[in-house]
Antibody
């Protein structure tokens, strides 16, 4: 079965760090484009970061310099290292596969999300 | 950054009625617009890609139209499982952006 399972969320104090994990099954993370998308409580979706199959990475301006996306082929897992966290980073974090087929692209697989709460 | 503005914020309809959701982009996105459905407590689900193409398994009552800056998602006859939040999403330029969502609720 093709699926993504996020873990690693929790309550963290402002200024702290957290690493999110996204374990994939049914496909290979390193052969695909993978993103993190977040959703603040009661709000819409916000793209956070993407890693291409060739390792190229991009970040939203709101997290650039603080967050790092990476992956581990041996564990077939995607990561998001989050540093210098603030209350504005409080959200449900989803990992998703950005799939390209015949010149079109879309998110076809999403995890169930992991909640990050930044509060003192 | 391209801003996507969805309207209305909330649509109150009854099962069997037609739903028309709008998404307007702050600049042209061509046809590079998708629609996702999110049922409370669940992850988003792809409905429409490239403005008018239904994703695999999506019922025919969902249709998308538009290009450039104005897009529409139409649900021809609402089923109970269609009451959810719908987001538009553009991939025309980085960063990718989503609209703020339209909630379709039971009247």
């Amino acid at each position: 079965e093709v699926q993504l399972v996020e873990t690693g969320g929790g309550l963290i104090q402002p200024g702290g760090s957290l690493r999110l994990s996204c374990a994939a099954s049914g496909f290979t993370v390193t052969s695909n484009y993978m993103s993190w998308v977040r959703q603040a409580p009661g709000k819409g979706l916000e793209w956070v970061s993407i890693i291409y199959s060739d390792g190229t990475t991009y970040y939203a301006d709101s997290v650039k310099g603080r967050f790092t996306i990476s992956r581990d082929n041996s564990k077939n897992t995607l990561y998001l290292q989050m540093n210098s966290l603030s209350a504005e980073d409080t959200a449900l974090y989803y990992c998703a596969r950005w799939l390209g087929i015949s010149s079109t692209w879309f998110y076809d697989i999403w995890g169930q999300g992991t909640m990050v709460t930044v509060s003192s | 950054e391209i801003v996507l503005t969805q309207s209305p914020a909330t649509l109150s309809l009854s099962p069997g009625e037609r739903a028309t959701l709008s998404c307007r982009a702050s600049q042209s996105v061509g046809s590079f617009l998708a629609w996702y459905q999110q049922i409370p407590g669940q992850a988003p689900r792809l409905l429409i890609y490239d403005a008018s193409n239904r994703a695999t398994g999506v019922p025919a009552r969902f249709s998308g139209s538009g290009s450039g800056t104005d897009f529409t998602l139409t649900i021809s006859s609402l089923e109970p499982e269609d009451f959810a939040v719908y987001y538009c999403h553009q991939r025309s330029s980085w960063p990718q952006t989503f609209g703020q969502g339209t909630q379709v609720e039971v009247k």
